[in-house]
């Protein structure tokens, strides 16, 4: 059987990123990539653009399933919030790009991989809204700095049993990969809180209603992937769907 496609939403890197390059690029972190080749699955590398849900449909016909990657924040504005002082790396045309594949992408009902940013993207793409600094909280689980730390912060989360990520992880409770400081709040339509930090804070989401495999994941698999089985199972078992569909 051929290895699936998937379609992996990229983001802009301004001049001066990339050592030797004279111009910006359009870059996803390797780990990814490479997570998904050890799945059989081959990732498409996709530039942002200004689209709405019909073209990003008529993309997605080329595809098997859809991986949104960790980055920026989301435009608070996108989920009906002011902008708070610690929101960071908003990218408009990346945000109004990936909104539009993931309302695409359910209506066609393609399996969806959801990490960290992407996490948060499902979640206002359904309509859901996100806790915008979550050291605000307070709380003993370290979650990270994004962007900042030179090795993963791991920590714990519960997983729920009998869900659609606790069979992909094939465990209910599992060591992490974090670098984040927003999380999901109010959850979209659809959507199922799976997933859980020691503090509360809100790990993993899975679409319920309809058939699709729709997962999120607030931390960062592609991290410990190499080295941890039950990271490359999420991918592995993302994989299989997408040959399914």
Known sequence: MAAPLVAVPAYHLE????????????????????????????????????????????????????????GGDVEPARYGQERGDEVYGVLPRRDTFELALVEAVIARGLPVLAICRGHQVLNVALGGTLDQHVPDRGGDVLH????????????????????????????????????????????????????????????????????????GVQWHPEDTAATDPVQQRLFDTFAQECRRS
Not at 24 to 47: F, K, Q
Not at 163 to 173: D, F, I, Y
Not at 197 to 215: F, K, P, Q, R
């Open 15 to 70: 001049a001066g990123r990339v050592t030797k390059w004279r111009h910006g690029g359009i870059a996803s972190p390797s780990g990814y990539i490479e997570s998904l080749h050890r799945a059989g699955a081959r990732g498409a590398v996709l530039m942002p653009e200004e689209i709405d849900a019909g073209d990003a449909g008529a993309l997605l016909e080329r595809f098997d399933g859809l991986l949104l990657l960790g």
């Open 144 to 215: 990270g700095t994004p962007g900042g730390d030179p090795e993963p912060v791991l920590h714990d989360v519960d997983v729920q049993h009998g869900s659609r990520l606790a069979a992909a992880l094939g465990t209910t409770r599992a060591s992490v990969s974090s670098h984040h400081h927003q999380a999901v709040e109010k959850l979209g339509d659809g959507l199922e809180a799976v997933a859980w930090a020691d503090d509360g804070i809100v790990e993993g989401i899975e679409l319920v209603d309809g058939d699709a495999w729709v997962v």
